[in-house]
């Protein structure tokens, strides 16, 4: 049974139950604040810790130490006076803090003082030819049948791209006895040069030996190839195949499962949507939103933490929504700040976090042709936007991705740019020869999820909403 929230307003409302939402609600509970946390899912945990508290995966080291992690976030929050509504989805966040949320099928407004807005990071689109078959998915996905269900592929299985999470998914995989055939790794061969200047700190950060260990046990299991160039998925109707080339290497090889990944990318569109100022990351390549040292955005009383204020990963998220949290108990009750840890501290526990994020960012950066795609390849899944289409509407006036809508209504489908946005930003930027900050994104609107009529019919009236249109 779903239930709604107990009251109309609170200090604090955090958006997102994964690593920063989980550590932000408990915190700014903890120190006496009225908390509302708000989550989509059945359960807490995001996709990091995705069901944590129900995962039919009991054996620890299948889904690895880091994992569990999450079980102690979820116990600390359950102990404090934080009030949790799962199944929830935030359609509409604006700059008076008001909150739009639906229920059980149902529309409801939620009042805040500030608000922490903590919903995480998107896999980033990965347009190849193919990739809307049958049979290809995001490696995220795979990951949350995996964690949820102990679902793991037992056909001809094949992983493409780059970047932690796809080691760590077929680690994970293999563990629970599932089949890979191959994985093609399509890190480009500079990024290892131009990842070198950061090598140190990334050494001696504790990414360094798990990624090892965990890459390790992959290869000794599957073959991997490296320096892959060229990607494309083939079917009638349904994936049959996978081509790629690495160096002089051109192979063709019969696959039932395609799982993509090159990287993830902040879920920006609550966030844009309540007007927060954003900036291309030059590094990340990609829309993050410009933040003060506590997470505090551009629009009063939001702050944002996670991986959605910027790519940083789980244990620097947790820290992240700390630092958020202790910002708003700062600026809502001063007094209580003091049953929390030194802003300083947190700090430097961000900053231990974070080390050796710069040598991975320009490690698993990726390739252009991954991201740009050419010819006749789907940009737009929602309306059957190809690249070619996108790159006529440029030559005929199309000046940036508002006015594509107009030409080829991309960005305007159930996805709302989620899955094409980063992709239509880019392409439009190469062929006008401009930068993506100077081409911009989709101008995002509420309700940033779909919702239906009877929702929005369902939200509370008062008696004066009922008079302005009812005629006496």
């Known amino acids: 049974m779903t239930v709604a929230p107990k009251r109309g307003d609170y200090d604090v409302v955090v958006i997102g139950a994964g690593p920063a939402g989980l550590a932000a609600a408990a915190t700014s509970a903890e120190a006496g604040l009225s908390t ?21 995966v009991t054996n620890r080291s299948q889904l690895g130490a880091d994992y569990w992690v999450g079980a102690d976030l979820v116990q600390s929050l359950r102990a404090s006076s934080a009030e949790v509504v799962h199944r929830a989805t935030v359609w509409s966040l604006d700059r008076n803090l008001d909150i739009a949320v639906s229920i059980g099928g149902a529309s409801a407004f939620v009042k805040a003082k500030r608000v922490i807005l903590a919903t995480g990071a998107l896999e980033r689109p990965f347009p190849i030819p193919g990739w809307t078959l049958p049979g290809v ?20 299985t ?28 399509t890190t480009a061969r500079g990024n290892y040069f131009a990842a070198l200047p950061h090598a140190f700190a990334f050494v001696t950060s504790p990414y360094f030996t798990k990624g090892l260990s965990m890459m390790r046990e992959v290869k000794a299991k599957v073959q991997v190839v490296s320096g892959v160039t060229e990607l494309s998925a083939s079917g009638d109707g349904q994936l049959a195949s996978v081509s790629y080339v690495a160096g002089s290497k051109r192979e063709t090889i019969p ?17 844009m949507a309540a007007g927060i100022e954003h900036r ?20 009063a009383g939001i702050a944002i933490a996670g991986d959605g204020a910027g790519i940083g990963g789980a244990n620097a998220a947790v820290v992240r929504g700390r630092i958020a949290a202790r910002g708003a108990v700062d600026a809502l009750a001063p007094a209580a700040a003091a049953k929390l840890p030194a802003m300083a501290t947190l700090r430097t526990d961000l900053a231990r976090a974070e080390r050796g994020r710069v040598f991975l960012d320009t490690l698993f950066r ?44 991309t960005g305007m489908g159930p996805c709302q740019g989620r899955l094409c946005g980063l992709t239509v930003t880019e392409l439009m930027a190469q062929a006008r020869g401009k930068t993506p900050q100077e081409i911009g994104y989709y101008r995002l609107r509420a309700p940033v999820k779909p919702i239906t009529l009877a929702e929005l019919a369902a939200v509370p009236k008062s008696e004066s909403d009922v008079k302005a249109v009812v005629r006496g």
């Open 36 to 56: 509302l946390l708000l989550d989509e899912n059945a359960g807490p945990g995001g996709q990091v810790f995705r069901a944590i508290s129900s995962t039919p």
């Open 137 to 156: 998915m995001t490696a995220g996905a795979a990951q949350t049948m995996l964690k949820s269900s102990a679902l793991v592929p037992d056909g001809r």
């Open 158 to 185: 094949v992983i493409a791209g780059q970047g932690p999470l796809l080691w760590l998914l077929a680690a994970q995989i293999l563990r629970l006895g599932g089949r890979i055939d191959r994985i093609l790794d």
């Open 255 to 271: 696959a039932d499962l395609l799982l993509l990944h090159q990287g993830v990318v902040p879920n920006v569109n609550l966030a």
């Open 280 to 299: 291309w990351d030059d590094l990340q390549l990609c829309w993050s939103p410009v933040l003060d040292a506590n997470g505090n955005s551009s629009v």
């Open 366 to 409: 990726p390739a252009p042709q991954f991201r740009i795609p050419q010819g006749d390849t789907i940009v737009c899944r929602c309306e059957e936007v190809t690249a070619m289409d996108v790159l006529d509407s440029v030559a005929i006036g199309a000046t940036g991705p508002n006015q594509l809508k107009a030409y080829r209504r």
